[in-house]
């Protein structure tokens, strides 16, 4: 640390200010380690932000993509709650590491009590050896015994909720760390307050921060301010409850805003690494929207949350780095949400432990505009249903379904020309990829049910 003395000849103002010239801001944000944000949206259709043609308003998100690249493939590790967020924390696919479907308080059917495996390396745990401070601020979803909470998985802090849906007005199973809190504002607020006051301790502790924000909106039950029902209701009058659910998705941009406008305002921007995704595809239960919300959030989309049709596992995603990733650029390569935690490592620096067993592969060369080569295939499963990518084929097998489905996704995203038919080779050799992939990543799979359920996997003109 540099010192002056009083009786010095010269100021210190005159110093410091002879330094500033010498090493610009850049130059000194590129010798730290950096911060990192990681904003994760709950059921957040990929068409559903405005830049993308959905009517929402989503101005900030807007902003962020033009600042920043967007990923137009970008998938989901599942296309349900839990088991993404599993993957995400972890780097790995989510059924290695104990959750393979919705983790409960309670045995839910044929789906037994899940939690995230402590023997997994969770970024916070990663990060901590290089100074980072971690903080989760939202939902959690990844255990509800208090031997699983975050503070258990590395997180120095944790503000939100436990459970998988809190509600909004009079959200339940909130705590602080390990208190419980009863919180009084519309949750997506507070959780926005909570980071903004989370980030603003960050800069005076002097080391790096990783923030987790994890929002539970737009997921059930829709709630939401008023105004912005009003505002929605006239703009989608023939929509039904859609018109809430936008007005959810405005209300969680606007608390995106608020944070980076904190970020702005303390000065980190250029050293903050912000990541934007959702943790599936539009929820069509009939205690959301229904597949006539869904319908829109998907776009052109086959199917919805719990399905491995792209529908159910694209996302959006975001990321923004000033300075170190190109503003304004677009990518179309395949990525997946356990290449997060390999990615942000690489980013803050940080060589994984000998030990740390990863399945995801770091996509900051694709963010930079750089080569970047998927190694292995992207493998799902969830509730018996598969769905496998490699070499630009899709192979997707329901479990309701004799015959499996087979597309070429690079000219028919929307999954609307089956060639199982006219290639059986394809599908004979994808099937026995995913068996593999199944018994080394999945070897104790949730016990199957024997009809389709309609509750997550709805008839609709396109599938009937």
């Known amino acids: 640390m540099l010192r002056f003395a009083p009786r010095l000849g010269f100021s210190a103002t005159a110093v410091l200010l002879a330094i500033a010239f010498a090493f610009p801001p850049s130059a000194i944000a590129a010798d730290r380690a950096p911060n990192l944000l990681v904003i994760l949206a709950d059921d957040l259709g990929w068409a559903d932000l405005g830049h993308d043609g959905s009517n929402i308003d989503t101005p900030n998100l807007d902003r962020l993509a033009k600042q920043g690249v967007k990923l137009t493939r970008f998938h989901s590790s599942a296309p349900m709650c839990s088991p993404t967020r599993a993957a995400l924390l972890t780097g790995r696919y989510p059924h290695s590491v104990g959750v393979p479907e919705l ?53 120095d802090e944790f503000w939100g909720s436990l459970i998988g849906t809190p509600t909004y007005w009079q959200p339940r199973e909130t705590y602080d760390n390990e208190t419980p809190i009863k919180v009084t504002e519309y949750y997506t607020d507070a959780l926005t307050d909570k980071a903004i ?38 703009r989608f009058p023939d929509r039904g409850l859609f018109a809430i659910f936008a007005a959810m998705v405005e209300q969680l941009d606007t608390g995106i805003g608020r944070v980076l406008a904190t970020l702005d305002e303390l000065k980190i921007a250029d050293n903050t690494l912000v990541v ?5 595809g539009p929820s069509a239960e009939l205690n959301s929207y229904g597949p006539e919300g869904a319908d829109f959030s998907n776009g052109p989309l086959r199917g919805f949350k719990f399905s491995t049709h792209e529908g159910g596992i694209s996302v959006p995603f975001l ?3 000033p300075g170190r990733l190109p503003a304004g650029t677009r990518q179309s390569t395949p990525a997946i949400t356990m290449d997060l935690l390999p990615t ?38 969830n509730q018996q249903n598969a769905g496998v990518f490699a070499d630009g084929w899709k192979l997707v097998h329901r479990f309701w379904e004799k015959q499996p489905r087979l597309y070429r996704l690079a000219d028919d995203m929307g999954e609307d020309r089956d060639l199982a038919a006219q290639h059986p080779e394809k599908v004979a050799e994808l099937l026995a990829l995913h068996a593999k992939w199944k018994a080394k990543y999945y070897p104790n799979p949730v016990p199957p049910v024997k009809v389709r359920p309609l509750g997550q996997f709805p008839k609709t003109a396109q599938d009937p």
């Open 103 to 155: 983790a409960s308080p309670t045995a839910r059917g044929n789906v037994p009590v899940l939690a995230l495996d402590h023997a997994a390396i969770t970024i916070p745990e990663a990060l901590k050896p290089a100074g980072y401070y971690s903080t989760i601020v939202g939902k959690w979803h990844l255990g509800h015994a208090r031997e699983n909470w975050p503070r258990t998985h590395g997180f």
């Open 197 to 234: 006051e989370v980030i603003r301790r960050g800069v005076g502790r002097n080391r790096p921060f990783f923030l987790y924000l994890a929002y539970n909106a737009p997921h059930y039950p829709l709630e939401a301010p008023f105004e912005l029902v009003s505002k929605y209701r006239k």
């Open 276 to 280: 934007f995704t959702s943790d599936n």
């Open 319 to 321: 990321a923004r780095w």
């Open 344 to 381: 942000l490592l690489e980013a803050a620096n940080v060589k994984p432990a000998p030990n740390h067993e990863i399945h995801g592969t770091s996509i900051l060369p694709l963010l930079r505009g750089e080569k970047f080569v998927r190694p292995n295939a992207l493998h799902w499963e």
